[in-house]
């Protein structure tokens, strides 16, 4: 197999494969290129409560991202370019200020295109850096991508947003996405193993699986839960069922995504999820709102 610790050249570290030389100045699909690009780097409160703790998690928000989501809340950067340029270096420093501040982990989101330099990035951090690292993640990846971060990433923290291949064809432009991101998720679990807390309730290792609930897609969404079902016993992963959709970006002008997510279409999900006995986190519906996305930059701003 090839090293794709040198895939920089000819990049495929996500499954779109596009085989760009992103050292000589190219960009792929997801619009990074060799440098790595942040938009945010802050303690955030509004992860999963072992995620943000009291403290808040030591998010890093890199910019670029790999699916197109027309209802992507974080556009900005995973579509549209912002954010600001950093050495290895300063991305190891970055994570280090965070541990400063008191952040209960480093929390890496939309990272697939700089896995190479965060490896870097967290050589440097070394012994230094003691607190859990979290992979944040649509859940489009690749593998053997995954596979480089065995023994550096603590928690896995990704997607499954679709079982059906003409809705993530549809709304996220990867009509292969459940066939990536289903074996994404089994490797992720087999990365890190069964969830572990710290006596503050804190976790340190395992899998929070993400699913948010479109709305007219709550059949799907039964399909996503199914699968989990059959492929997990309840205490391997935990569930975070979001009920944040906010019909942003270019959601607002497609007819079927242009309205919230229903009482009736979240709580019918909620109620597969506890029949089938997994544990994890409802979120409130106070939650779907624009005010809840964060301020991205375009200059380094600490």
Not at 79 to 97: C, H, I, N, R, Y
Not at 218 to 225: C, G, I, L, P, Y
Request: glycine share 8%; net charge negative.
């Amino acid at each position: 197999m090839r090293d794709i610790t040198l895939s920089l050249d000819k990049c495929s570290l996500c499954p779109r494969g596009c085989g760009v030389d992103r050292t000589s100045g190219e960009k792929g699909f997801c619009g990074a290129g060799a440098k790595v690009r942040i938009a945010r780097a802050a303690l955030h409160q509004w992860e999963e409560p072992p995620i943000s703790g009291t403290n808040g998690s030591g998010t890093v928000f890199f910019s670029g991202c790999n699916l197109r989501c027309c209802f992507c809340q974080n556009y900005e950067i995973s579509s549209e370019g912002k954010g600001f340029e950093l050495t290895v270096q300063e991305l190891a420093d970055t994570f280090l200020m965070l541990q400063e501040q008191g952040a209960h982990n480093i929390n890496l989101v939309t990272a697939a295109p700089y896995v190479p330099q965060i490896i870097e990035a967290l050589d440097i951090a070394g012994s230094r850096l003691t607190i859990p690292i979290v992979y944040n993640s649509g859940g489009y990846e690749s593998v053997e991508t995954l596979e480089m971060l065995r023994g550096r990433v603590d928690i896995f923290l990704p997607d499954l947003k679709y079982y059906s291949s003409e809705l993530s064809a549809k709304y996220s432009g990867a009509a292969d996405y459940f066939e990536r991101a289903s074996r994404a998720l089994i490797k992720m679990h087999e990365l890190v193993g069964c969830p572990e807390f710290d006596e503050k309730g804190i976790m340190k290792r395992g899998v929070i699986v993400r699913h948010l609930v479109l709305p007219n897609c709550r059949h799907d969404s039964a399909k996503v839960v199914g699968w989990l079902a059959d492929n997990f016993a309840p205490y391997e992963i935990l569930i975070s069922l979001m009920s944040q959709y906010v019909p942003m970006y270019k959601a607002k002008d497609i007819k079927e995504l242009s309205r919230r997510t229903s009482t009736f279409e979240y709580e019918h999900i909620c109620k597969m999820i506890e029949e089938c006995g997994f544990d994890g986190y409802f979120q409130q519906r106070s939650a779907a709102k624009e005010s809840y996305v964060p301020e991205f930059f375009d200059n380094k701003y600490y």
